[in-house]
Nanobody, 123 residues
Framework: QVQLVESGGGLVQAGGSLRLSCIAS????????MGWYRQAPGKQRELVAT???????NYADSVKGRFTISRDNAKNTVYLQMNSLNAEDTAVYYC?????????????????WGQGTLVTVSS
């Protein structure tokens, strides 16, 4: 069983910054992609940013230049530095991981989601 645990969400004023962290634990052979998605009230879940184990990043256009994703592959941890936050960034942020995981001897390529952490930006 693999779990993703997020931290760092909270309430921040517009223009402020927050840093999200997510650590994956459990039976992990190797994680290829880690990243962040978000879901605002009444909207579908959307990509924020992802990063491969090789360092390739992908950002939503709405966060380019403001958010920075980083990873510590050895610690199975991913971070999201969020700057210049605005009200449109208010959402539940979900950590995501895709790779080879599962019970020892029964690894398979799969994806896992965290429970989510709420980010609220007040204007």
């Amino acid at each position: 069983q693999v779990q993703l645990v997020e931290s760092g969400g909270g309430l921040v004023q517009a223009g402020g910054s927050l840093r999200l962290s997510c650590i994956a634990s459990g039976s992990i052979f190797g994680i290829n992609v880690m990243g962040w998605y978000r879901q605002a009230p009444g909207k579908q879940r959307e990509l924020v940013a992802t990063m491969t184990s090789g360092g390739t990043t992908n950002y939503a256009d709405s966060v380019k230049g403001r958010f920075t994703i980083s990873r510590d592959n050895a610690k199975n941890t991913v971070y999201l530095q969020m700057n210049s936050l605005n009200a449109e960034d208010t959402a539940v942020y979900y950590c995501y991981a895709k790779g080879v995981m599962g019970p020892v001897g029964a690894y398979r390529y799969t994806e896992v989601w965290g429970q989510g952490t709420l980010v609220t930006v007040s204007s």
